[in-house]
């Protein structure tokens, strides 16, 4: 193997059927995901076409996006819901693709299961019709969001047409303080380069602090790469990737895993590799953040006050606080809010889970604030069962849910009222996303649950034992 390699294209490398003139690649995809919402197009393409899928074993599906979160043993009531999620189990069946839909123990988001279930493996491609595929590059894959067009190209052919993107790299070094979690690393990141600092790369992050963490946590740095308008973001597998790939049900076993693990030790970037950008940010610099905007980038760490508009986009910028209500020179600190939402393809693994319960036992929420957790998938929400997770949340006066990407987006019943402030743990805060007019901070799963707890926005680390 050639030196000066990025972790990126040695993967990409692998992939590469052929280039054609212009400088696209072909790109063997290993994994495909689908969902409700972006594959009905796709397979609707397909029969048009009268061909099927090329290769069935490689796509996996669920539903996620528009399920409910409470009663999923009972017929769906909001008709388009329904008819979406019912599309998908008959594409799925005249198809031949594997489905967890409601009622199968392996339903969940589609970004929770593959990892859980060690589908998603160090050295893949991984694609589905959703942005938020970046999640899997946390196992050093090369994991990004296509197009319900390119998602019928990768049913018919098991390829995607792919120009190469430039390569960045984002290295944290140092020891988080108490009460910061991975959430905030990647939100301090794109305050940091804005939402639009990662536009044409892919990232891999690197560093003491990065190394440092869980994989459930590097799942949620992965996740909002996206956020920043990066194609996907990676981090170099390690032994903490394959102690937790190990001994999952598709994670290969016996002579397999011998031969597997002996590829993906050889999954990082090569020391003299070089990137077309490069950034160092200190862990310790990083406090629990908070957005106070309607992008992922406009946040601020939880001490400081909101910042004036910059010249070039004070129209925009203004825009944003008229619709979150708030004003240049604010701190959040106080701020009185109504919803806390735990969940999405970012937070609402057993950890996230796990941290809230820690934080929350024995006390009970704001009588004004109206709190749900969602699990990521229906092992989750077992594991939480079994460990009581669920019973101290309910005690706490918290809503426990059923899986599903909830509130993370107003595409289901889990909606947040107008006007009304949340403190989520999901991965956008748009304009409407949770909801028409709803206002969104986003947070870690320690800040929410603070939040929960006081009715109003708190610095975690002040709270904490």
Not at 82 to 103: D, I, P, S, T
Not at 248 to 276: E, I
Request: glycine content about 10%; aromatic content about 8%; overall charge neutral.
């Amino acid at each position: 193997m050639s030196t000066k390699k990025t972790l990126f294209d040695k993967i990409w490398d692998a992939h590469v059927v052929t280039t054609i003139e212009g400088g696209q690649d072909v790109l063997y995809i290993d994994r495909h995901f689908i969902h409700e919402v972006t594959s009905p197009q796709a397979f609707d393409g397909l029969a048009k076409r009268g061909i099927g899928v090329f290769r069935p074993g490689k796509t996996i599906a669920t539903a996620d996006h528009n399920v409910p979160t409470q009663h999923q043993d009972q017929p769906i009531q909001e008709p388009l819901s329904r008819f979406q999620v019912q599309k998908l189990v008959e594409n799925c069946a005249q198809f031949g693709v594997e489905l967890y839909g409601l009622g199968h123990p392996y339903q969940g988001i589609v970004h929770v299961i593959g990892p859980e279930l060690g589908i998603t493996q160090p050295g893949m491609t991984i694609v589905c019709g959703d942005s938020h595929t970046s999640t899997h590059g946390a196992f050093g894959a090369i994991a990004f969001g296509i197009g319900t067009s390119q998602v019928e190209q990768v049913l018919a052919t098991q390829c995607l047409l792919q120009k190469r993107p430039k390569r960045m790299r984002i290295t944290v070094d140092g020891t988080l303080q108490k009460g910061v979690l991975s959430k905030d690393i990647i939100l301090y990141i794109i305050a940091q380069l804005t939402a639009a600092g990662g536009t044409g790369y892919f990232v891999e992050y690197a560093g003491s602090a990065i190394r440092s963490l869980s994989m459930e946590a590097r799942m949620t740095i992965c996740n909002m790469s996206i956020e920043m308008g990066a194609r996907g973001g990676l981090i170099a597998p390690d032994e903490v990737t394959f102690s937790y790939v190990k001994g999952r049900k598709f994670a290969p076993q016996g002579a397999a895993w011998d031969k597997a693990l002996a590829y993906w030790q050889t999954l990082h970037s090569d020391p003299d590799a070089v990137f077309d950008k490069e950034y160092h940010f200190k862990a310790e610099d990083i406090e629990p953040m908070v957005t106070y905007g309607t992008n992922p980038g406009m946040g601020i760490k939880v001490s400081q006050t909101i910042p004036e508009a910059a010249a070039e986009n004070a129209q925009s910028f203004g825009n944003s606080l008229k619709y979150m209500d708030l004003q240049s020179g604010e701190s959040l600190l106080g701020k009185p809010i109504q919803h806390v939402f735990i969940g999405s393809c970012t937070n609402s693994r057993i950890e996230d889970l796990r941290l809230v319960a820690e934080y929350v036992k024995g006390k009970k929420k704001a009588p004004h604030v109206q709190v749900m957790v969602v699990p990521g998938s229906q092992q989750v929400a077992a594991q939480a069962k079994a460990e009581g997770i669920d019973q101290i949340l309910m005690e706490a006066g918290f809503d426990f849910r059923e899986p599903g990407c909830s509130a993370c987006l107003g595409m289901n019943e889990d909606k947040i009222p107008a006007g009304a402030y949340c403190v989520s743990t999901s991965n956008r805060n748009f304009e409407g996303r949770q909801g028409p007019g709803a206002r969104t901070i986003l947070a870690s799963p320690l800040t929410a649950a603070a939040a929960a707890i006081a009715g109003k926005i708190m610095d975690v680390r002040k709270v904490l034992n």
